[in-house]
Each structure stands twice: as structure tokens, then as C-alpha cells.
């Protein structure tokens, strides 16, 4: 049984620093790994896609890398903001196309002014 | 505008309420999920429409009803609730390729917050 796990569960740092947030997963036999962020009561958007054959995905100051053969992804923020505010959750698609997605807990990101 | 609604956005109910949650996607996937997030605890998916067919119940409480009219519309019933059912309730959609069968990226719904008394 597939199993996420994101640690620390809260994070909090002062603006402009970068960061990074980890997520680890039991089974390596996967077909991607997303990173979401989710606003205090609202829905998920999805941030990046790494398809098992690819090493690392980018967009603008984010950029989220996969390690499949220790299980672990990590997602880079670069020159931190207060609007990066938010809980960030790791989704990994086990093996086969069409099989669910297994959520870590999420990690809640506090960027200080 | 994630293209996903959900209505109502929250919802008190006692534990003897009959009521429904709602979503509708205006993406023309041809799947749709629910899941339920509770605090401290990740997503746990608790229904797949593929096709406006249930491909998958991860052994749901039968207090929790889905309905799936058509591939744009998602209903969840809920009757005789529990306190413990009390969570964010999400709803997603996705495009599934029938040819290779690959899925595409889920779109989350805002979500409803349920509270059971």
C-alpha cells in the first residue's frame, strides 16, 4: 500500500528565503508525482506534474524534482513571498494510468513580512 | 475559476438531516471524484465517476450516497451523519483518454465544509 509522507507539517520563514519541502513515498512504482497548494477553505490547484520519466518540472519560481528510486520529490521555492502563504500537499499516482492518487498530510507554509 | 463549483460551501446538519452536496464542471471531463479531508489526515478518495460509471468506492459508509446524472454533474446524499463525518468535503475531475487510458491532471472544487451536530 502506497504511503506519502510530508515533513515538517507546518514551516514558517521570512520573506525572500528559499525553501524546500519534502515529500517522501513507500512504493517506487509510480506514474507521477503533483505538488497542490491549497488555501485556507478552499479547493487544490495543482502546481507541477512529474511524469516518472522525468527528473524535474519548473514554473517560474517553483521547481519540483523526483528522486523515484529513494522515493522522494522535493518542491523548491525561490525568494519566498507572503502570498506563498499556503499548504502545499504532495499526490503520487501509483503504477497504471487510471489508478488513484495517494495524498500526503500537506505541509502549511508561513511566509513572514 | 478553477472550472469546478460545489454548493453549498458549508452545511450544518444534525445527525438526523437528509441533505446533498453538489458539484458541477464546466471543463467537459469525463471524470469526476469525491473526496474528504479532515483535519490532520490527508485526502481520502471516496468515489470515482468514470463515464458517469462508479469505477471505485473505497469502502464508504452507506450513509454517504453518490449520484452522477451526467459526466457534468456530481451529487453526494448524506443521511444519518455522524459527528465524525464532519470535514471538507472536495470534488475533482479529470480527463481520462480512453485511448492509452492516461489520465490528466485533477481540478478541485473549492470544497464544502460539513459540520455534523
Known amino acids: 500500500k502506497q504511503e506519502v509522507t510530508q515533513i515538517p507539517a507546518a514551516l514558517s520563514v521570512p520573506e525572500g528565503e528559499n525553501l524546500v519541502l519534502n515529500c517522501s513515498f513507500t512504493?517506487?512504482?509510480?506514474?507521477?508525482l503533483q505538488w497542490f497548494r491549497q488555501d485556507p477553505g478552499k479547493g487544490l490547484t495543482s502546481l507541477l506534474l512529474i511524469q516518472s520519466s522525468q527528473r524535474e518540472q519548473t514554473s517560474g519560481r517553483l521547481n519540483a524534482s523526483l528522486d523515484k528510486s529513494s522515493g522522494r520529490s522535493t518542491l523548491y521555492i525561490a525568494a519566498s513571498q507572503p502570498g506563498d502563504s499556503a499548504t502545499y500537499l504532495c499526490a503520487v499516482r501509483s503504477s497504471g494510468a487510471n489508478s488513484k492518487l495517494t495524498f500526503g498530510k500537506g505541509i502549511t507554509l508561513s511566509v513572514r513580512p | 475559476e478553477t472550472g469546478v463549483t460545489q454548493t453549498p460551501r458549508h452545511l450544518v446538519m444534525g445527525m438526523t438531516n437528509k441533505k446533498s452536496l453538489k458539484c458541477e464542471q464546466h471543463?467537459?471531463?469525463?471524470?469526476m471524484y469525491w473526496y474528504k479531508q479532515s483535519a490532520k489526515k490527508p485526502l481520502e478518495l471516496m468515489f470515482v465517476?468514470?463515464?458517469?460509471?462508479?469505477?471505485e468506492n473505497n469502502s464508504v459508509p452507506s450513509r454517504f450516497s453518490p449520484e452522477c446524472p451526467n459526466s457534468s454533474h456530481l451529487f453526494l446524499h448524506l443521511h444519518t451523519l455522524q459527528p465524525e463525518d464532519s470535514a471538507l468535503y472536495l470534488c475533482?475531475?479529470?480527463?481520462?483518454?480512453?485511448?492509452?487510458?492516461?489520465?490528466?491532471?485533477?481540478?478541485f472544487g473549492p470544497g464544502t465544509r460539513l459540520t455534523v451536530l
Open positions: 512504493d517506487s512504482a509510480i506514474y507521477n
Open positions: 465517476y468514470s463515464l458517469e460509471e462508479r469505477v
Open positions: 471543463l467537459g471531463h469525463n471524470a
Open positions: 475533482a475531475s479529470s480527463q481520462i483518454r480512453t485511448s492509452g487510458g492516461v489520465t490528466d491532471t485533477q481540478y
